[in-house]
């Protein structure tokens, strides 16, 4: 039987076999009968070994599987989002709470000074602001996450 | 490209059971594509639900521009590809990319007829496939078994058409000699 001749190819051989290939692959597609060629019916021989994959088959309850735990990832980040928002909320009131004496009479000797006729209305201005941009980081962090 | 759109709008949509679909429609192609790359089955099956996953969380970026299934198979092509970088597995053998040299001429002398009968050669196939490098391995598989066109395999792999040809070539010459070496034992 032949054995391969140790030479490297050359382009043309190269192109030919490139065509034999094709050719084969053309042929069993189309289911063809011919056989002039030793080279492409070995091509075509491959090409049906290689349909007959040996590539083992996937559970049968894949795409179930997989589907089911698309949805435990969801469920997941609903609870973390969820979890980050009580976080930040119960920090942002203990943080309120800590600084609010010292916030309440800054703000008194404040509006002592610019005669504001309710000192609370800064205090409301801060935390407003301090909420909206909490807001903002956790909405950014949701977008990085999704 | 039409059921395409349907399918991904009620993923979108979340419609009930349609991300189930969506993975029974392409299931084969990602399977096919990851397990050739890391030829381990808990591997692949793992990295295969990873690719769904990366889907499911991408798919509202995937603009038409090309088939469900070859973004999809991109996604899985990546994921493969980094799993075996992480693995520290080359996907290209070093010859693979030499022009010429390693391309050696075959004898034409062989019967298909006969060789049909012979089931051993489907084992001596095979087994030359598990020698081809990840890249060679994961081309032939697309293009014979999924019988994906060159520019889809481009679009994949996202190597130029020339290179996946000059992939493929190698691949198909290499399984080709394994193949005469098996005519030419004695029986």
């Known amino acids: 039987m032949n054995k391969p001749i140790h030479q490297p190819m050359t382009s043309q051989e190269i192109e030919r076999e490139w ?8 042929r069993e597609r189309m289911q ?31 795409a179930h599987h997989v589907a089911r735990q698309q949805l435990d990832v969801e469920q997941q980040a609903q609870f973390e989002n969820l979890t980050l928002r009580v ?11 800590y600084v609010a004496p010292a916030l309440i009479d800054g703000l008194q000797k404040m509006s002592a000074a610019v005669t504001l006729p309710w000192p609370m209305l800064w205090a409301t201005t801060l935390a407003l602001a301090f909420a909206g941009i909490l807001d903002q980081i956790s909405k950014r962090y949701r977008i990085m996450h999704r | 490209m039409k059921d395409d759109r349907s399918l991904v709008q009620a993923v979108l949509e979340r419609a009930p059971g349609a991300f189930e679909r969506l993975v029974v429609q392409h299931q084969n192609l990602v399977w096919h594509m990851v397990y050739r790359m890391v030829q381990q089955r808990d591997d692949a099956e793992e990295l295969s639900q990873e690719v769904f ?18 973004w999809i198979g991109s996604i899985a092509f990546s994921i493969a590809t980094r799993h075996l970088q ?3 597995i080359s996907l290209v053998d070093e010859c693979d ?6 391309l050696e001429r075959i004898g034409d002398d062989f019967d298909l007829e006969n060789a049909h009968a012979d089931r051993e050669f489907q084992s001596h196939v095979a087994e030359a496939m ?11 598989t697309l293009y014979h078994l999924d019988e994906m066109s060159l520019l889809d395999i481009a679009r994949v792999t996202e190597l130029p058409e020339g290179t996946v040809k000059n992939y493929l070539f190698r691949a198909r010459l290499k399984l080709r000699q394994a193949l005469e070496r ?5 029986a």
């Open chain 2, 97 to 102: 990319d030499e022009e010429g040299s390693q």
């Open chain 2, 86 to 88: 992480r693995k520290r």
């Open chain 1, 32 to 62: 063809s009968g011919e056989h002039d060629d030793a080279a492409i019916d070995q091509y075509r021989l491959i090409h049906r070994l290689l349909k007959q994959s040996d590539i083992p088959a996937l559970p049968a309850d894949f």
């Open chain 1, 87 to 97: 976080i930040i909320a119960i920090l942002m009131v203990g943080g309120l709470l």
């Open chain 2, 53 to 70: 996953l990366r889907v499911h969380q991408k798919l509202h970026q995937f603009r038409h521009d090309s088939a469900l299934s070859t």
């Open chain 1, 19 to 26: 065509q034999r290939q094709e050719k084969a692959e053309q």
């Open chain 2, 182 to 186: 098996k005519v030419g034992e004695p």
């Open chain 2, 130 to 140: 598990n020698k081809l490098s990840p890249i060679q391995r994961t081309l032939v």
